[in-house]
């Protein structure tokens, strides 16, 4: 017995040693590459000292004294907080995601390399200037110096996933201008369109395409054409849903807005700006301050791989950005020669194929080989789309040539309106209304794209590629793309909505967002005649729904006329009659009408579109506006349910069937009493990890945050969007907060949703994420006596 004991208790004790040790080593693991950031370091390669200070969130102020130092440091900066995501992102511009992910990401990496981001990043390279080439050597070398200094306290992501960072090149952090340029989600409409062509009349069809007559307000409404002076579906996005779920999707909608000085309190400009993307962990912004005396004061937020401040300030001007939806893809079938199918037709000849042999290694040490195939244009995609018995091509405008790195080392150094819309002239591939003020009192807004010039006989769809009739002719000249500035209303504001008026010359796009966002900023702007740093707050974090307000005019006076609701319904339609329209968290209505709103589409469009409904919905671009298109119709055949022939259906009848579905759903989720339906119990945040899906990593190394219970939607100012085909848990929204005065810059204002560190152990991996749901904000500070006082952390770096 006493040996049997000692056995037991001699186990226990193993057991207990074991237990020990596995919590130190995951200690040591998940604690080992948090920086200290008062320590001095020496680099090689600085010509000087470099100083950083840090505020209370780790935010880094970089004082050097020429720019080769500063990038440098920067480079090392960047690595010491965001290594593990700079390495995922640039596998993401290189197709090789599977090395680390396994099998199920070949078919997205072979997506990823048919965009053939780092050819057209050598070519950018070839041709920089001794300027950018200093600046983007430099960078490499600081994040390789911080790889060699730290190859036994790595993130703990390259230890769980059992690999080890490579040298960074200098081509991989143009290839970022890439990953920002490569927006598809609006592209592949064109092909959704084919499928739902297949399966419904021509009037439906007719129906679901924009209508560009219908009034819609416009981002530069003027009468002179060219600008006043003065979610995705998995099958429809490809393997593109992997991207999302790893935090790694791009800049989809925004919003800005510039008042100035005579709407200003301060009687100098105010900008605004929160780019909108996946809420995840890491956050896709380094908020981050670089300073060489006499020649570069900038700050604002930098894309983790690149050096350079994207959207800021520096001494002189202030420019914030929103995505424009410009159509710069296009798609065509391709003629295949019957006896070499390595040959394409092409006015009349045969033309072969580029092909380009792929290898892409898995993490289980597998090798796959494939064949890209290219035309003249792009990329054959049928396979990406499973598209059977057609040969179909790309040509996007993320391929032609373009300098954005060239663009924003200028804005970084602009000190006018003509330095800034001088940069803006190589910013072609990631198309983006860019607003603008300075220290000179001027505010302005810039339509900076590559909007091509071709034949719209064909306005939608999959194009003839068998001749050069629908190949595009250049793009619209700088010099005629929209531009204001100083206008007469004294504000500029875009937010992702129509671009230009029916007068405009040139096709810019068709599937942009609702315009309820920028009707609210308008309509907030235009209240006040004087508006202050506050006031701008209050803005971006405003919740009415402009869409709700359109949508239950319509609604209301059907469901109340309707004498068949029960008890539940009725009280959910009170609910509705009192609603003030605003998304509150706390309240019951916002919740009703969200899912009325699916429902109502749901019951729309799913009888006719059946299997592809899914794919429809999930393209939002098309569903919503399709919807807001025949809401402002009332008589539409799609309002007819196909599968009952003996009754004609109206809108009236899709606003009941959406409704009676709708209580249904709420009720079986949330009980029978729709007084205690709150937004915020089904419309929540998980700000999640990319590794956090294994359950037991999540645990070991805290990865995620939340739920939150969160206000808005999609179609409010401050939007907390989510996947329509798995609501409401928001996985979308503003991925930055900031507020500039061109009269003080010290009193602008930032707020990320997570924090500076990507390294789950660090006190500021998520520090900025509750003051950023209580939409609290902290100072920006840019003077050095301001930075200095409110320094938490200095440290500096020395020559070697």
Request: aromatic fraction near 10%; charged fraction near 20%.
């Amino acid at each position: 017995m006493k040996i049997l004991k000692r056995i037991a208790l001699a186990l226990l004790v193993l057991l207990i040693v074991i237990l020990i040790a596995a919590l130190l080593f995951v200690r040591h693991l998940s604690h080992r590459a948090v920086p200290d950031y008062n320590k001095d370091l020496s680099l090689k390669g600085l010509h000087a000292p470099v100083d950083v200070y840090r505020d209370s969130f780790a935010i880094p102020h970089v004082y050097a004294l020429n720019e080769h130092d500063l990038y440098l440091v920067t480079g090392y900066l960047l690595a010491e907080d965001r290594l593990w995501q700079m390495d995922m992102l640039r596998r993401v511009t290189e197709g090789r995601l599977s090395e680390i992910f396994g099998e199920k990401f070949v078919d997205t990496d072979m997506l990823l390399r048919a965009l053939r981001f780092t050819e057209k990043s050598e070519q950018i390279l070839a041709g920089s200037d001794e300027k950018c080439l200093e600046a983007i050597n430099a960078f490499a070398e600081g994040i390789n110096q911080y790889i060699k200094a730290n190859e036994r306290r790595l993130p703990p992501e390259f230890a769980i996933l059992k690999y080890r960072p490579e040298t960074w090149k200098p081509v991989n952090s143009l290839n970022m201008i890439g990953y920002m340029a490569w927006d598809l989600k609006a592209g592949w409409s064109e092909i959704l369109l084919q499928d739902i062509r297949n399966v419904v009349d021509s009037v439906r069809y007719g129906q679901l395409l924009p209508d560009l007559q219908r009034p819609q307000p416009a981002v530069f409404p003027g009468s002179s054409p060219l600008g006043i002076s003065g979610i995705p579906g998995p099958d429809m996005l490809l393997n593109t849903r992997l991207l999302k779920d790893l935090g790694v999707d791009i800049l989809e909608a925004s919003n800005n807005w510039v008042v100035s000085g005579t709407k200003s309190k301060t009687g100098m400009p105010l900008l605004a700006n929160d780019m909108h993307l996946g809420l995840n962990i890491p956050g896709i912004w380094y908020q981050m301050h670089q300073v060489v005396p006499g020649k570069l004061n900038v700050t604002g937020v930098v894309l983790p791989g690149s050096p350079l401040v994207i959207c800021g300030h520096n001494d002189s001007i202030a420019w914030g950005m929103t995505n424009t939806y410009v159509d710069n893809l296009d798609f065509y079938e391709e003629k295949i020669n019957p006896a070499d199918s390595g040959q394409y037709e092409f006015n009349g000849q045969w033309k072969n194929f580029e092909l380009k042999k792929v290898i892409i290694r898995t993490s289980g040490k597998n090798e796959v080989e494939k064949t890209l195939r290219f035309t003249h244009r792009g990329p054959v995609v049928s396979s990406f789309r499973h598209i059977t018995g057609r040969t179909v091509s790309m040509h996007w405008a993320g391929a032609e040539k373009s300098d954005e790195f060239r663009t924003v080392m200028m804005l970084n150094r602009a000190n006018n309106w003509k330095d800034f819309t001088e940069a803006l002239r190589t910013f072609t591939s990631i198309s983006q209304n860019i607003a603008y003020a300075d220290k000179k009192g001027n505010i302005g807004l810039y339509c900076a794209a590559g909007v091509p010039v071709r034949n719209r006989d064909i306005p939608f769809g999959i194009l003839p590629g068998h001749t050069d009739g629908y190949d595009w002719q250049g793009y619209v000249p700088f010099e005629e793309l929209p531009h204001l500035f100083n206008p007469a209303t004294g504000y500029v504001a875009s937010a992702n909505n129509r671009t230009a008026p029916d007068n405009y010359p040139h096709h810019i796009g068709s599937w942009y967002s609702l315009p309820s966002r920028y009707e609210r900023i308008s309509e907030l702007l235009s209240q006040k005649s004087v508006l202050t740093v506050e006031d701008f707050k209050t803005m971006q974090l405003d919740h009415y729904s402009k869409l709700a307000e359109k949508y239950m005019a319509v609604f209301l006076p059907v469901l109340a006329n309707s004498k068949k609701w029960n008890e539940v319904e009725k009280q959910a339609l009170i609910l509705l009659q009192e609603w003030d329209f605003f998304m509150d968290k706390e309240k019951s209505a916002p919740a009703i009408f969200e899912t009325l709103y699916l429902h109502f589409i749901r019951c729309v469009f799913a009888d006719e579109l059946g299997q592809i409904f899914e794919n429809f919905n999930g393209v939002t671009s098309m569903s919503r506006n399709a919807t807001d298109q025949l809401i402002e119709r009332k008589d539409s055949p799609w309002f007819d349910n196909v599968s009952t022939s003996e009754i004609t259906e109206t809108i009236d009848s899709m606003v009941v069937c959406a409704y009676a579905e709708a209580i249904s759903v709420l009720s079986g989720r949330l009980g029978g009493d729709p007084g205690t339906w709150e937004w915020g119990s089904i419309h929540e945040l998980n700000l999640a990890h990319p590794l956090s899906s294994v359950r037991i990593l999540d645990r070991v190394f805290n990865l995620n945050r939340g739920p939150f219970r969160v206000d808005g939607s999609f179609h409010t100012v401050s939007p907390y969007s989510y996947n329509p085909n798995d609501p409401y848990d928001s996985d979308h929204g503003s991925s930055h907060r900031h507020i500039f005065d061109a009269g003080n810059w010290d009193n602008s204002l930032t707020v990320i949703p997570t924090g500076i560190s990507g390294i789950p152990a660090s006190r500021h991996y998520c520090d900025q994420t509750e003051i950023y749901l209580k939409g609290i904000y902290h100072a920006d500070y840019f003077s050095k006596d301001r930075v200095v006082s409110h320094a938490k952390y200095k440290m500096k770096f020395l020559p070697l």
